[in-house]
């Protein structure tokens, strides 16, 4: 019988030394698939994500899910022994991820110029507000700045309303995702030089930015700058939500010719198709008022069991707006295993989103929810050789 396969990233060791959203979200994906993540936290501060958000008989719940799979240890890199530590750390690791300000690091001796120097091997991902250069590089930020300061907001929103924030992290999520796509493309391209890492410099907005692409290449080729059209398109229709009869909602996307005029057979009126105002593409976004009258009048007349159902028997993609509740009891969640139940030392148990993407051979897992603050201190410096006395000592100086 073979051995069971090793996850991904089994030996690979990540210093997370972030807090709050965006850069250790990057550490969580690198951890679910078997990279050894050990969280640096403030002493008797911590992680201030421990303070944000709900909490549950006074444990904050996003704590569990923003930190799985890691290893808490507290350290104060201010103090010359903590930052001792730290750099003995370093010299096992294969990746630092961090987002203090600019230049702090530098200013506590622990700057990439000498980091690189004791371990020419490492990557590290900076992830800041605003990155490491340019004029606003000294200003603080957080995912929700960086969804007004990339455009996003914006853009997103009724035509008539005020620009919209997300009422989730999109920012820090999206920054999260790219943060550890980068690391891997750092840990992949050692092999083609020489076994040498890198810097990563990644800002919060620009990952937003790079989404806006459309309406990026729209204003520098035509001079048309996009606004707020709700839940439409500027580049294809139809393309709303629509509310059904019994007063739930659904999304659809007529993005191709061929859809539209299925849509249109399937609501019954097929000469839809061929109407002048409605007849390619362009016609429909400019009058896209009209469209989405007819298309809304239909829908209003069905629930949207039937909406949904008829539209699948015509292959059109329309999709319901789940909410949670909905999402927990969904069949196609359960058989996804979209929603895992995980253990908990404080709960019992906790269902948390999955680990995405899905690998066939090694796919990723969750180990263990986030842990206590230092959990883990004694264990990894022990794996340093550092002795009980020693620790005791430090934890008696406040270094630990």
Request: hydrophobic share 40%.
């Amino acid at each position: 019988m073979s051995e069971p396969a090793r996850l991904p990233l089994d030996g690979v060791r990540v210093i997370d030394a972030a807090t709050l959203m965006a850069a250790p979200w990057s550490a969580s994906y690198l951890g679910e698939f078997g990279a050894d993540v050990i969280k640096i936290e403030q002493p008797k501060i911590g992680d201030h994500q421990r303070r944000w958000g709900t909490k549950r008989n006074g444990i904050p719940l996003m704590w569990k899910s923003l930190s799985r799979n890691k290893r808490s240890i507290t350290l104060d890199l201010r103090r010359p022994k903590g930052a001792e530590i730290f750099r003995r750390l370093i010299e096992t690791a294969d990746v630092l991820i961090e987002n203090f300000r600019p230049g702090t690091l530098e200013r506590w001796g622990l700057g990439p110029d000498e980091l690189l120097a004791l371990n020419p091997k490492l990557v590290i991902l900076r992830v800041t507000g605003y990155g490491q250069t340019g004029p606003y590089s000294s200003q603080p930020g957080f995912g929700t700045l960086a969804e007004g300061f990339s455009g996003f907001s914006h853009v997103v929103g009724e035509a008539d309303g005020p620009p919209t924030l997300a009422n989730l992290p999109l920012g820090d999520g999206i920054a999260g995702l790219t943060g550890a796509y980068a690391v891997m493309v750092a840990l992949f391209g050692r092999a083609n030089n020489n076994g040498r890492g890198q810097v990563i410099d990644l800002s919060l907005y620009e990952p937003l930015f790079r989404l806006l692409e459309p309406a990026l290449i729209d204003y520098d080729q035509l001079g048309v700058a996009q606004g707020r059209i709700g839940n439409r398109s500027a580049h294809v229709a139809p393309r709303n939500t629509y509310r059904c009869g019994d007063g739930q909602w659904v999304s659809l996307s007529g993005s191709t010719q061929t859809i539209w005029e299925r849509l249109c057979s399937a609501m019954g009126r097929p000469e839809l198709a061929t109407d002048p105002r409605f007849s390619s593409n362009e016609l429909r976004i400019e009058n896209v008022e009209a469209l989405d009258a007819e298309i809304g009048a239909w829908m209003a007349l069905h629930p949207r069991s039937e909406v949904i159902a008829t539209m699948n028997s015509a292959e059109v993609a329309v999709g319901p707006i789940n909410d949670i509740p909905t999402i927990f009891a969904d069949p196609h969640f359960a058989a996804r295993e979209d929603l895992v139940e995980v253990e908990d030392p404080d709960f019992g148990t906790m269902r948390l989103a999955n680990v995405v993407p899905r690998l066939s051979a090694t796919p990723g897992r969750i180990r263990s929810t986030g842990p206590a603050m230092g959990a883990h201190t004694d264990e990894v410096l022990t794996e340093l050789g550092i002795g009980p006395a020693e620790i005791a000592a430090l934890r008696e100086e406040g270094v630990l």
